[in-house]
């Protein structure tokens, strides 16, 4: 049945920013579609909470605490994941830095050098220890969760625009690469959505007025709300697809 097509059954799936919002959600949901993970934040205690939750719905899950923008670390979790599972079929690049909410003429060298570091960087070596990983493999799927912010950066995110763009020529420029190994490279690309780094967004009522007319749908996404699309693209469901970007925004970019 084509139904089955969006099963991840024994796959091993890496996911980033896994304790909280975007992340868990992803985690959890591919636990449930049958895949064995393994989870990395900077954070071990969070990590575990999630991890828990996972086994005691009876998924298997490995914590990894990872600051994805250390090489070092990102060289540290594949070691682990490859003694724990001997392969990695899907990457999920989650994890994201906005430290900076200001004029982009006021941002100082140390807030570009820490939004790069995680939210480009990162996915690149993340990506390219998996890619390597899958290509030996035969194969596999990497998401790179980046933003609507690509395509329009909101006011006051300019360098969190920028490193999203980044990730979509990025996801591009993969996918290209690696088309004849077997290797799918496509991006998310949320509006709007209720997580730790939209919360001023949201909680701010002259802020979040003015987000809401730019959103057909007239809300906000609940980190939830992505997994669909994360499933679909991890799965053999979207097997004829590489270097896409969906978005998932309430109608924003149309």
């Known amino acids: 049945m084509f139904a089955d097509k969006f099963r991840l059954d024994g796959k091993i799936a890496v996911i980033s920013g896994a304790s909280q919002g975007i ?48 090489p070092e670390r990102i060289r540290s979790l594949f070691e682990k994941v490859m003694e724990a599972y001997g ?16 004029p982009i003429l006021d941002a100082d060298e140390g807030v570009w050098d820490k939004t790069v ?8 070596l993340m990506s390219q220890a998996a890619a390597r990983i899958m290509v030996q493999k ?13 395509f329009s950066p909101p006011p006051m995110q300019g360098i969190y625009g920028i490193t999203k763009a980044g990730v979509i020529a990025m996801t591009k420029s993969y996918a290209k ?21 939209s919360r001023i967004l949201i909680e701010t009522p ?5 987000a809401l007319q730019m959103i057909p749908m007239r809300r906000h996404a609940h980190p939830s709300e992505m997994v669909g699309a ?21 109608g924003a970019m149309t």
Do not use: W
């Open 230 to 250: 994360a499933i679909f693209l991890a799965s053999d469901a979207a097997s004829f697809m590489t270097g896409s970007s969906v978005t998932v925004d309430g």
């Open 23 to 70: 992340g868990k959600e992803i985690a959890v949901a591919f636990a449930e579609q049958g895949a064995r993970l393994a989870i990395c934040s900077r954070k071990q205690e969070s990590l575990e909470a999630v991890a828990q939750e996972i086994r005691g719905q009876g998924g298997e899950c490995l914590p990894v605490a990872c600051h994805t923008g250390k």
């Open 138 to 150: 035969g194969g596999g799927s990497i998401i790179n969760v980046a933003s609507v912010a690509a």
């Open 117 to 124: 570091d995680v939210n480009l960087k990162g996915y690149f």
């Open 87 to 102: 392969r990695v079929d899907i990457l999920v690049n989650n994890a994201a830095a906005n430290p900076f909410f200001g």
């Open 177 to 197: 690469e690696l088309a004849t190994s077997n290797v799918r490279v496509n991006a998310i690309c949320p509006g709007l959505t209720g997580t730790k780094f």
């Open 206 to 210: 002259e802020i979040y007025e003015i």
